[in-house]
């Protein structure tokens, strides 16, 4: 029984660290440090360098284990939205929705983006993570798209994509400097115009 106690102490050890090692990424991230060290990474979380690589093969097996985390963490921001309700209350309840997600996804989007194009593995979870923000955008508002003719539906189907996208929130928080109220209230602006017939 002693040597499963160890064992056991081993592998709690072992999480904790791990744990500490993500959150010292997630909070470099959230501070504005974009492309972190393996050095910052360990001295924020508090363990040795030698220790951070014994638990992660490299800095994309941390990147891969924030990114299991950031989902888990914005679950609960996600709540699917009837398509029964009226138009005008879908474009409210779907654009505050989107505006709590995209604003929570900000700080470690804005450093994968930068290490998309030289990491496969995280290329691929962005990718997985477009997908379902548009087939989410999608089913939203399938009432209204199902209506427009092929050529239509696929430029409407492309616009909402684009609008309700991280780079588009990007673009409005970031770089024109809109409050997120105000970001969220373009995107309700453009979504109602987009699908007015």
Request: no cysteine; charged share 25%; hydrophobic share 50%.
């Amino acid at each position: 029984m002693p040597q499963l106690a160890a064992l056991d102490g081993r592998f709690a050890r072992s999480a904790r660290t791990r744990h500490a090692v993500v959150d010292a990424l997630l909070d470099l991230l959230n501070e504005g440090d974009l492309s972190p060290t393996a050095a910052r990474i360990a001295e924020r979380a508090g363990v040795s360098l030698r220790l951070v690589f014994h638990h992660f093969d490299d800095l994309e097996a941390i990147y891969s284990e924030l990114a299991d985390r950031q989902a888990e963490r914005v679950k609960p921001l996600t709540v699917p939205i009837s398509v029964a309700l009226p138009l005008p209350r879908r474009v409210e309840e779907f654009s505050a929705q989107r505006g709590r997600l995209l604003e929570t996804l900000s700080p470690v989007r804005r450093a994968a983006v930068l290490m998309e194009p030289f990491r496969a593995a995280l290329a691929k979870r962005l990718k997985h993570a477009r997908n379902q923000t548009r087939a989410a955008a999608i089913a939203v508002f399938a009432p209204e798209l199902s209506k427009l003719a092929a050529d239509e539906r696929r430029a409407a189907t492309a616009a909402l994509d684009v609008i309700t996208s991280w780079v588009a929130w990007e673009q409005m928080r970031r770089h024109q400097g809109l409050s997120e109220t105000e970001a969220r209230g373009v995107m309700a602006t453009t979504i109602r115009a987009l699908l007015a017939k």
